[in-house]
């Protein structure tokens, strides 16, 4: 099920030239809406990221074979971009809009149509919200992520 948040994720990370968010633990809160079944899933977790990370984040996001991009802004602290993908077998297209407070905060809107629907899936409506929370602990690298119970999980090897 993790494929279908890939695009609402991804959105900010494929701005060209997105501004750096501040380096440290980060709070990300999510709440997706998957149609027409409207099944909810909320989440929250926290990251630690550094400028390296981001940047991996977005030369692999700019990367993800199939995928175009079909509209991209930037105004002011909002960014806005519409991305189409073609993978064997379906059409995924994802419109997001990211609001920026400045280094410290973000407010992410997408909406993601798949054709045909992916495990009876049509479309994801995802809100997510980001919030700088302080140093990363001891214990974690850039990249690794710390669930609400505590538990540190490496997603890959960090970016020094």
């Given at each position: 099920m993790k494929t279908l948040f890939?695009?609402?994720?991804l959105s900010l990370a494929a701005i060209d030239n997105p501004p750096p968010l501040k380096e440290?633990?980060?709070?990300?809160t999510t709440e997706t809406i998957s149609n027409p079944a409207g099944t909810k899933i909320e989440g929250?977790?926290?990251?630690?990221r550094n400028h390296a990370y981001d940047e991996k984040l977005h030369a692999r996001t700019k990367a993800m074979r199939g995928c175009t991009v079909v509209k991209?802004?930037?105004?002011?602290?909002?960014y806005t971009l519409v991305q189409h993908c073609e993978v064997p077998?379906?059409?995924?297209e994802t419109s997001a809009v990211?609001?920026?407070?400045?280094?410290?905060?973000?407010h992410t809107?997408?909406?993601t149509t798949y054709k045909p629907a992916m495990r009876g899936v049509?479309?994801?409506?995802?809100?997510?919200?980001?919030?700088?929370?302080?140093?990363?602990?001891?214990?974690m690298q850039p990249g690794e992520r710390m669930d609400k119970d505590g538990k540190v999980i490496h997603l890959g090897k960090p970016a020094n």
């Open positions: 890939i695009p609402a994720l440290g633990l980060w709070s990300i929250a977790y926290s990251i630690c991209e802004t930037l105004e002011g602290g909002k077998g379906m059409v995924f990211s609001t920026m407070d400045g280094d410290t905060s973000s809107e997408s909406h049509e479309e994801t409506t995802m809100i997510m919200d980001q919030k700088y929370t302080g140093a990363c602990p001891a214990d």
